[in-house]
């Protein structure tokens, strides 16, 4: 496994980030520890969630099920780089009570003591904004975690789903308080959806926060899903078969497969491959629903992409240029 800093930190983490969002709705518990021990066991040693995994009623699963992992022992905590995310609301009974969700000093307060219980560890590394807070000023937002570094239950701030000019808020925000600011942004960036490229993407480089792109398949959609149609295997689901219904888009999967065919490899391996060339980029999330999923991500980590086949890439999926003049002039 190869690894990097993240964003402008001194801290290394793995070049592809498992996630672990399928942990309880989808995989069970025994499979989900399998996965980590899995993935530990193969040096990927960034391990991503957020305190509504797990979803509905079940709000909270998913870090119950690593912080089960963790209370096996071992040094399954002290080789983890552990992240997870605060907004969404956590109280069960009636997501409109107040003070449950968002970025409150309140609620970051309630919601990382409540992570902490369910992840069976002291601390987190890399504690994330899952989105933007139109109603919290940043100010508030630093003091809080300032509170909480000093506390020794986070190291580092992140965030999810934020534009890039939100990126340069919070920073400069956080300079002007003398604090380290945001070090990392989880965006949806892929072949099929790079618009991060015009201004989130760049913002993050500028301030120093690593790249942790979400989606990296696109919902599968870039994981040889017509391919998978015509052998009568899983049919397209939420994200990609929304997309496969404008025939522009399953235009380009169409061609997108028949260039990997044509050179011989698999489609799910070079999307993430791809993005492991991407200026920026710290690593994609993968979440593995099973140890097949996960073995393939890891055969991508050490993919070595030709000029031919990038090329190939950049002309059937275009980016949209730089920002302005991808809108101007």
């Given at each position: 496994?190869?690894?990097?800093?993240?964003?402008?930190?001194?801290?290394?983490?793995?070049?592809?980030?498992?996630?672990?969002?399928?942990?309880?709705?989808?995989?069970?518990?025994?499979?989900?520890?399998?996965?980590?021990?899995?993935?530990?066991?193969?040096?990927?040693?960034?391990?991503?969630?957020?305190?509504?995994?797990?979803?509905?009623?079940?709000?909270?699963?998913?870090?119950?099920?690593?912080?089960?992992?963790?209370?096996?022992?071992?040094d399954?905590?002290?080789?983890?780089?552990?992240?997870?995310?605060?907004?969404?609301?956590?109280?069960?009974?009636?997501?409109t009570?107040p003070?449950?969700?968002?970025?409150?000093?309140?609620?970051?307060?309630?919601?990382?003591?409540?992570?902490?219980?369910?992840?069976?560890?002291?601390?987190?590394?890399?504690?994330?904004?899952?989105?933007?807070?139109?109603?919290?000023?940043?100010?508030?937002?630093?003091?809080?975690?300032?509170?909480?570094?000093?506390?020794?239950?986070?190291?580092?701030?992140?965030?999810s789903?934020?534009?890039g000019?939100?990126?340069?808020?919070?920073?400069?925000?956080?300079?002007?308080?003398?604090?380290?600011?945001?070090?990392?942004?989880?965006?949806?960036?892929?072949?099929?959806?790079?618009?991060?490229?015009?201004?989130?993407?760049?913002?993050?480089?500028?301030?120093?926060?690593?790249?942790?792109?979400?989606?990296?398949?696109?919902?599968?959609?870039?994981?040889?899903?017509?391919?998978?149609?015509?052998?009568?295997?899983?049919?397209?689901?939420?994200?990609?078969?929304?997309?496969?219904?404008?025939?522009?888009v399953?235009?380009?999967?169409?061609?997108?497969?028949?260039?990997?065919?044509?050179?011989?490899?698999?489609?799910?391996?070079?999307?993430?491959?791809?993005?492991?060339?991407?200026?920026?980029?710290?690593?994609?999330?993968?979440?593995?629903?099973?140890?097949?999923?996960?073995?393939?991500?890891?055969?991508?980590?050490e993919?070595?992409?030709?000029?031919?086949?990038?090329?190939?890439?950049?002309?059937?999926?275009?980016?949209?240029?730089?920002?302005?003049?991808?809108?101007?002039?």
């Amino acid at each position: 496994m190869k690894y990097t800093q993240l964003g402008r930190t001194g801290l290394k983490v793995s070049r592809l980030v498992l996630g672990t969002m399928n942990f309880g709705p989808q995989t069970d518990e025994p499979t989900s520890h399998g996965i980590l021990d899995a993935a530990l066991d193969a040096g990927l040693n960034f391990v991503d969630t957020a305190n509504v995994y797990g979803w509905g009623e079940n709000k909270g699963r998913t870090e119950e099920i690593i912080g089960t992992w963790f209370a096996q022992g071992g040094d399954r905590r002290e080789k983890t780089v552990l992240a997870t995310k605060v907004y969404g609301s956590m109280y069960r009974e009636a997501d409109t009570w107040p003070n449950y969700d968002r970025l409150s000093a309140l609620n970051i307060r309630r919601a990382v003591d409540a992570s902490l219980k369910r992840l069976q560890t002291d601390y987190i590394d890399v504690y994330q904004f899952h989105h933007v807070d139109r109603l919290t000023p940043f100010e508030e937002i630093w003091q809080a975690v300032e509170v909480l570094i000093q506390q020794g239950k986070i190291l580092y701030a992140g965030s999810s789903n934020f534009p890039g000019w939100k990126i340069a808020q919070a920073n400069e925000i956080a300079a002007r308080h003398g604090r380290l600011g945001l070090v990392s942004e989880q965006c949806i960036y892929n072949l099929a959806e790079r618009r991060a490229e015009m201004e989130v993407i760049p913002a993050a480089q500028e301030y120093g926060l690593g790249v942790i792109p979400w989606s990296p398949l696109h919902g599968g959609l870039l994981g040889g899903v017509i391919k998978k149609e015509v052998e009568g295997g899983r049919r397209a689901s939420g994200r990609s078969a929304d997309a496969l219904a404008n025939s522009t888009v399953r235009a380009q999967v169409q061609a997108y497969e028949d260039l990997l065919d044509k050179h011989g490899l698999e489609p799910g391996e070079v999307g993430l491959a791809w993005l492991l060339t991407r200026p920026g980029v710290t690593g994609p999330i993968v979440g593995p629903r099973t140890q097949e999923q996960l073995d393939s991500a890891l055969r991508a980590a050490e993919l070595e992409l030709s000029q031919e086949v990038l090329a190939g890439l950049d002309e059937i999926f275009p980016g949209p240029g730089a920002s302005p003049e991808a809108f101007a002039w």
